[in-house]
């Protein structure tokens, strides 16, 4: 299938837990101003050389992460670097809720919205390889009982069209709603969403009309991925994307603490989401002040393909290590299933501007001189998530944070870029800072 192009105008560590924040302390005014604080790092490599360049390279880190905390003012970070295609560092900074001052741990987890999308595909590369569904059939093979608006042709919409964005569906279904929290009416805004079942999205695809053609123009679209996502669930014979999500990937990977937030059962282990002055959406604060406002999380219904899931940087890192070590015995997925996931769709370009390439929910672009990145990030209310890696190089990072910022793109893509020029290359010098 030819690319289209659309133009849119280690050795075990003690850890030390430094005091941030106390229970009473509502102000975040020099929140982490000298020494990042950290609950714990674990580090996994074993070859000697690399743990001397992986040393200086987290220091070089906690320096990063400590400029993040006084300029963005995240309680958290929890952070993972990949090195020859497995986990190496996974470390903690900062307090899970300010309130308690209790200390991130190495297993925190938080709503990783969007990268769930990556889920979604790589359940499609998997029931493709195995022929229970091709990607460029019309979707109404799987679904013939669907009724859909009167302007979708649907003979051109393919699971293809929904998983890289060009399906021409609106970003989000016509009968999606925003949860109303009583306590922030008058500071905050939220886009927290009412749970989402299989009813509304039935009702959506009958009455929700399409932006544009498929298959014509790029639109990212959450709506796509909850059809995509509930297409590939008749498909599996399970009845919830997340069930056909667990047994197909989630339980083969042991991913235990991947999951879709339905209840508050499992919150004590999530960082709590938190929003403050700095975000655009909220309307005033008390005396001015940059207090932290602690947000409920997002609880979700039956369809959950866009945004649903729960992880941390031990099961990222796992999942990621799995699409960077492919085998043609490899399970869940394995080296045809990874190919087709990372397999190019689409190129955008906006404004003359090259953007990204697109595959199955991966956006592919160029790291300079180092090569093809594969990368996707996540945001909701209070808690945001990137990872980027690079499949030729076998290195990757995950950062996850839950603060009112979204500097998790630029400080994940800036802590690459140190992988890749301090490991990306042989070394005879010892390093140096």
Do not use: C
């Not at 992986?54 to 003012?73: C, G, M």
């Not at 300010?98 to 990556?118: D, E, M």
């Not at 399906?167 to 709603?177: A, Q, V, Y």
């Not at 998530?385 to 998790?408: D, E």
């Amino acid at each position: 299938m030819a690319i289209i192009t659309f133009s849119i105008k280690r050795a075990k560590t003690k850890f030390a837990t430094i005091s941030i924040l106390t229970a009473t302390l509502p102000l975040i005014t020099g929140i982490m101003t000298t020494n990042p604080a950290y609950a714990k790092a674990d580090y996994s490599t074993k070859n000697s050389a690399n743990h001397n360049y992986l040393t200086i390279t987290e220091k070089w880190l906690d320096s990063q992460v400590n400029q993040a905390f006084r300029q963005h003012h995240a309680p958290a970070y929890s952070i993972g670097l990949i090195l020859d295609g497995r986990l190496a560092l996974n470390k903690s900074y900062g307090v899970m809720n300010i309130r308690t001052g209790a200390a991130t741990s190495l297993n925190a987890g938080y709503q990783i919205a969007s990268i769930t999308k990556t889920f979604v595909a790589a359940l499609a590369a998997k029931l493709a390889t195995e022929n229970l569904i091709e990607l460029d059939a019309p979707i109404t093979k799987y679904a013939p009982n669907l009724v859909f608006h009167p302007d979708i042709n649907t003979d051109n919409m393919t699971l293809r069209n929904l998983l890289s964005h060009h399906s021409g569906l609106p970003r989000s279904p016509n009968n999606r709603k925003n949860i109303r929290v009583a306590e922030l009416d008058k500071l905050f805004d939220p886009t927290i969403g009412a749970a989402y079942n299989t009813k509304n999205l039935i009702q959506a695809v009958a009455t929700t009309a399409p932006k544009y053609p498929a298959g014509k123009h790029y639109h990212y679209s959450n709506y796509g991925m909850f059809l995509a996502a509930y297409i590939l669930t008749k498909a599996s014979g399970e009845r919830t994307f997340y069930q056909a999500l667990s047994n197909h990937i989630l339980a083969p990977l042991k991913l235990k603490n991947t999951f879709v937030r339905t209840s508050s059962k499992r919150d004590k282990t999530m960082a709590t989401p938190y929003a403050s002055q700095e975000n655009s959406s909220l309307i005033a604060f008390p005396n001015q002040s940059k207090r932290h406002v602690e947000l409920p999380a997002w609880r979700f219904g039956e369809v959950t393909g866009a945004l649903g899931l729960t992880s941390n940087v031990n099961d990222l890192s796992q999942y990621i290590t799995h699409l960077l070590n492919p085998s043609d015995s490899s399970k869940p997925l394995n080296t045809k299933a990874i190919e087709t996931l990372f397999r190019p769709n689409a190129e955008f370009i906006k404004d003359d501007t090259y953007l990204h390439t697109i595959g199955l929910g991966w956006q592919i672009r160029e790291f300079g001189q180092y090569g093809t990145v594969y990368s996707h990030g996540g945001h909701n209310d209070g808690h945001h998530a990137y990872i980027i890696f690079s499949r030729s190089k076998k290195m990757g990072v995950i950062m996850l944070s839950n603060g009112p910022h979204n500097i998790n793109k630029t400080l994940a893509s800036q802590t690459m870029l140190r992988l890749l020029q301090t490991f990306g290359k042989k070394q005879s010098a010892s390093p140096s800072t």
